[in-house]
């Protein structure tokens, strides 16, 4: 009896390991490499909504680091096929030709800018850092200064693992 016990419990107990070690996100949110994303396909919106819209989900408009994030990035909005905008967390808005990635406050460290971007184009009216599609780069996606009122999809990002629960 008492072995049966300890042979259940050790597979419970392995059952949560392995839980645990996986990286955990919510419903909807893709993991890559400790962090969950969200990409909102269905309701495009200006660019201070999609930050609002992460902030009160705990998370941030997405902020891209180096060129694997950025190839992760690049590659779900590839699979979406809608040929469109999404909305990153950068900004020049408080010094024009400044980006700073808005959450973090941190200035731009990598960056994938298309070819004759930033451009401050639109009256040099455009604050706002999109991940634009290009059909004539054969269908790439590259980074853009945008007028922040366009409507794009907003892409959020958080920790994969809960604050409090990392070891060590
Ligand atoms: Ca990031
Ligand atoms: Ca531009």
Not at 18 to 41: H, K, M, Q, V
Not at 74 to 80: E, L, Y
Not at 110 to 122: D, I, K, M, S
């Amino acid at each position: 009896m008492i072995f049966r016990i300890s042979i259940i419990s050790l597979a419970l107990a392995t059952y949560l390991d392995i839980r645990y070690a996986e990286a955990y996100c919510p419903d909807n949110w893709r993991e890559f490499s400790g962090d969950c994303y969200l990409f909102l396909t269905h309701l495009p919106m200006n660019w201070q909504s999609a930050w609002d819209y992460c902030a009160h989900r705990g998370a941030k408009l997405v902020e891209i680091e180096d060129v694997s994030e950025d190839n992760f990035i690049i590659q779900n909005a590839k699979d979406f096929h809608i040929g469109d905008c999404f909305w990153l967390g950068g900004s020049d808005a408080e010094l024009p030709g400044v980006w700073m990635w808005s959450t973090s406050r941190t200035m731009l460290m990598y960056t994938n800018w298309a070819p004759g971007e930033p451009n401050h184009h639109q009256s040099d009216n455009e604050h706002c850092l999109d991940l634009l599609y290009y059909a004539g780069y054969n269908d790439a996606y590259f980074w853009n200064d945008e007028y922040c009122t366009r409507l794009c999809h907003p892409i959020c990002e958080q920790p994969s693992v809960p604050e409090g629960s990392i070891i060590g």
